[in-house]
């Protein structure tokens, strides 16, 4: 999986600005953990949209999300949401169409 528009910061253990001239790049290793939903971390998250391609578009399904959105995955930030939001970042599982 690759990220588009910003970098996870190792050091941070969170997201953070690219490097120049950089568009896309590799996601870490993610762990899914089954979780309640009272139990899960709102503050210093940015909910991620994980696409399977880099078009960002297909043809919506009756949920509304199109069928190229797969889910939203949680991303430690030190920034407001809004940050990335504005960049357009998100996760791509290829980068070929």
């Keep these: 999986m690759y990220i588009e528009g910003c970098k996870f910061d190792p050091k941070e253990r969170a997201l953070g600005e690219s490097d120049p ?3 896309y790049t590799r996601c870490p290793m993610i762990h899914f953990i089954p979780t309640l939903k009272k ?3 709102t503050t210093g998250i940015y909910a991620c949209p994980l696409f399977k391609t880099g078009d960002r578009r ?3 399904m009756t949920t509304g999300h ?3 959105y797969v889910l ?3 991303l430690p ?3 407001d949401p809004s940050h990335w939001i504005k ?3 998100a996760m791509l599982c290829a980068l070929m169409t």
């Design 58 to 60: 297909g043809v919506l």
């Design 21 to 23: 001239k950089i568009l």
């Design 39 to 41: 139990d899960v971390k």
């Design 77 to 79: 930030s030190n920034v």
């Design 87 to 89: 960049r357009g970042v």
């Design 66 to 68: 199109s069928t190229n």
């Design 72 to 74: 939203d995955i949680s």
